[in-house]
């Protein structure tokens, strides 16, 4: 069974800060990983890939990818109460396709 | 682009009655992906297809169940009979294998009363 392991938060940041944002996967195999962003009532929103060891920026996103630890992160610099939203960490394995993890809340505090 | 078309948005059924879902995935891309979301399941994948073909439909939950991608454009998921516990949201995600990527329908919200 692969599994993608995310604590469910809530996870409470001030306006400005840094929400950083964690997941890990049991699939030593997988070999392409993803960022989702959920708002309350609306689908998940694609907002960062990655595929290979180390950071990614985009904006005021970073991710983070340690395959030897197996452990992918996601830096949200400058939180905006809009970042609010439940954040899903999900894996592709070598034979699978993408599994999710079952998300982070994320609460921004004005 | 349009991106994913699903409809119906809303549905209310009553237990006993079929449901038939539909998606339009994405023009271009191969591979086409049935979840179903609860609160306390989380996000389930039901079903997937890679070039029309259903590869893995282990998620289904039961024979109640049914998928069919009868072309590249369009998809069904098909509840008969429906019950109660089916209620959720189901997303229709349309990939691109070259990425690994999908990208989310707006989702049907299913109610069987």
């Known amino acids: 069974q692969k599994e993608v392991e995310q604590n469910s938060g809530p996870l409470s940041v001030p306006e400005g800060a840094i929400a950083s944002l964690n997941c890990t996967y049991s699939d030593r195999g997988s070999q392409s990983f993803f960022w989702y962003r959920q708002y309350s009532g609306k689908s998940p929103e694609l907002i960062m890939s990655i595929y290979s060891n180390g950071d990614k920026e985009d904006g005021r996103f970073t991710a983070q990818l340690n395959k030897a630890s197996q452990y992918v992160s996601l830096l949200i610099r400058d939180s905006q109460p809009s970042d609010s939203a439940t954040y899903l960490c999900a894996v592709v394995g070598g034979n699978t396709p993408l599994v999710f993890g079952k998300g982070t809340r994320l609460s921004v505090i004005a | 682009d349009a991106g994913v078309i699903q409809s119906p948005r809303h549905e209310v059924t009553e237990m006993g009655q079929e449901v038939t879902l539909r998606c339009k995935p994405i023009s271009g891309h191969n591979s086409l992906f049935w979840y179903r979301q609860t609160m306390m399941r989380g996000l389930e994948l039901l079903i997937y297809?890679?070039?029309?073909?259903?590869?893995?439909d282990s998620g289904m939950p039961e024979d109640r169940f049914s998928a069919k991608m009868p072309n590249a454009s369009f998809s069904t998921l098909k509840i008969q009979p429906s019950e109660p516990r089916d209620s959720a949201v189901y997303f229709c995600?349309?990939?691109?294998?070259?990425?690994?990527?999908?990208?989310f329908g707006p989702g049907t919200r299913l109610t069987v009363l």
């Open positions: 297809f890679n070039n029309n073909v259903p590869i893995d």
């Open positions: 995600a349309s990939g691109d294998r070259a990425t690994d990527t999908q990208y």
